[in-house]
């Protein structure tokens, strides 16, 4: 019965209680950017919008190019009774060549929409990124916090597996209470349900984790578990002018308010003519008596924009409108990114004070309590129930610090995402 005893009470002065991590902080850190590197390399939605980006980039060139000349090939004025070429002057071969020039300006204004949609583009590619950096450090916080959970749980197991043999040892010499073991025997069936549940998400967890990184969901991975708390040290104003000049979100809607701008100059182009020129080159039959010289013409046209107040006004009203809407857009997606910035600060403070609490308060209690309730029920001076809830009470806190740990390093990935920006390396 001492040596169990003994053994309880060293276990329990081993038992996981959280630090400050720092130990494991750089190799902890090392394997999440490696996830995350591996996730930016190979995920598939990333790679689809870097072929956008080169799709985008083959446009400007095509958007400023002339349209392909056109040739055309005539036969003009040839008598039906006869079908000879020859027998009438006006009969004529007639090869033409023309070529439509938009009227100046516009083709570099095309050319600058296209460039405005790679912008976009690549826009949308680093709003990705932000994605799925965010997930995948959502996704290895939480499997970290399932590996803890899953340390402190089989520790506890081990010693309600000896809170068992006590009680029974005790029953069995009648010093102990029915009740007390078959209680150790519950607390002992409920910790390994939890287990089960834990090895569960587990595999959840390395499964999204393996997903990013366009890996096969039951492929093995080695986590570093224990999360090292990240300091936060920014302001909310701080944040949202990070965000205002980082988030791509907000960089993407400007680009495509200046693409409307450009496009209302381009609708304000078309109220001026296009060119057309061209070249005609006719070739005359001769007889034997007359020699019939060929024909060289030329001309030059333009569209007349008559209906512009139907067609062109109505495109230029569209465009400027279209610009009103790309600020007003902008104007709500920063409002809404400043108001979740603000929302995930104060968060992250409540976080902080509760961690604090915990690591302070709570847990320091707990544990003396459990020592305590040990120490008087080696010499029967607390009954069996009293130290089986304090071992439960430190149990459940400690679950409830890494609970608490992973939702504050989560909650500075949504910050990040947020803010546009890497703070927290």
Not at 151 to 180: A, C, M
Not at 289 to 310: E, H
Request: glycine letters at 4%; one cysteine or more; proline letters at 3%.
């Amino acid at each position: 019965m001492k040596s169990i005893r003994t053994f309880i009470c060293l276990a329990m002065l081993m038992m996981v209680f959280p630090g400050s991590g720092s130990t494991q902080e750089n190799p902890f850190k090392l394997v999440l950017q490696g996830f995350i590197e591996t996730a930016l390399k190979n995920n598939p939605e990333l790679k689809a919008f870097q072929h956008r980006i080169k799709a985008a980039q083959e446009v400007p060139s095509q958007a400023s190019s002339l349209d392909d000349p056109i040739l055309e090939f005539q036969l003009k004025n040839m008598p039906v009774n006869t079908f000879d070429l020859s027998q009438e002057s006006a009969t004529q071969k007639q090869f033409t060549l023309s070529q439509k020039l938009p009227y100046p300006g516009k083709r570099g204004l095309k050319s600058e929409i296209a460039e405005k949609n790679i912008d976009i583009t690549q826009q949308d590619l680093q709003e990705a990124k932000l994605t799925i950096t965010r997930d995948v450090k959502l996704a290895f916080y939480e499997l970290c916090f399932v590996l803890s959970a899953m340390t402190i749980t089989k520790e506890n197991k081990t010693l309600l597996e000896q809170f068992v043999l006590i009680t029974e040892s005790k029953y069995s010499v009648g010093k102990g209470l029915q009740q007390d073991v078959l209680k150790a025997q519950v607390e002992l069936s409920k910790i390994m349900e939890r287990l089960i549940e834990l090895e569960k998400l587990e595999g959840i967890e390395k499964a999204k984790l393996n997903s990013l990184m366009n890996l096969l969901p039951q492929e093995a991975l080695t986590i570093l578990h224990g999360i090292a708390k990240t300091d936060f040290n920014y302001t909310v104003q701080k944040l949202q002018d990070i965000a205002e000049e980082h988030r791509p979100l907000l960089s993407k809607i400007r680009s495509l308010k200046a693409r409307y701008g450009i496009s209302k100059k381009l609708a304000e182009k078309e109220y001026y003519p296009d060119f057309n020129i061209g070249f005609k080159y006719s070739q005359r039959e001769g007889t034997r008596l007359i020699d019939r010289p060929d024909l060289v013409s030329a001309f030059v046209g333009i569209n007349i924009p008559i209906w512009y107040k139907t067609k062109q006004s109505h495109r230029v009203s569209e465009t400027a409108y279209k610009v009103e809407m790309a600020g007003e857009t902008y104007n709500k997606a920063k409002n809404q990114i400043f108001l979740k910035i603000k929302e995930l600060v104060d968060r992250e403070r409540q976080g902080i004070k509760t961690l604090q609490l915990i690591e302070q308060g709570i847990l320091p209690q707990a544990r003396q309590s459990l020592e305590s309730a040990l120490a008087g029920y080696t010499v029967d001076k607390l009954d069996f129930l009293t130290l089986l809830n304090n071992q439960v009470t430190l149990f459940n806190w400690q679950i409830k610090y890494h609970r608490e740990l992973t939702d504050y390093e989560k909650n500075l990935a949504m910050i990040e995402q947020s803010a546009g920006k890497n703070l927290f390396n």
